[in-house]
């Protein structure tokens, strides 16, 4: 029952690992357009770079989750 969570879980971490990979390239290779007098300036650029980090942070608990059922895995097999 945990190897099944574990393999899921590696699933989930694969698929995150990939969105995260497409947010960052797309926060990578954008530029913020030059403001105009007379409009809002809106740092899209910085707000893709925050939704690419927490991304990371959500894999970064995953992985502790994974790392969590690893050890409880070992656990039970001594």
């Known amino acids: 029952m945990l190897q099944e969570c574990k393999e899921k879980l590696d699933i989930v971490i694969e698929r995150a690992q990939r969105i995260y990979n497409n947010k960052k390239i797309i926060a990578d290779n954008c530029k913020d357009p030059d403001p105009s007098p007379g409009t809002i300036f809106l ?6 770079r925050d939704n690419a ?4 942070k959500i894999i970064l608990n995953l992985e502790t989750q994974r790392t969590s059922i690893q050890t ?6 001594l």
């Open 43 to 48: 740092p899209v650029c910085s707000l893709l």
């Open 53 to 56: 980090n927490q991304v990371t």
């Open 72 to 77: 409880s895995i070992s656990v039970v097999l």
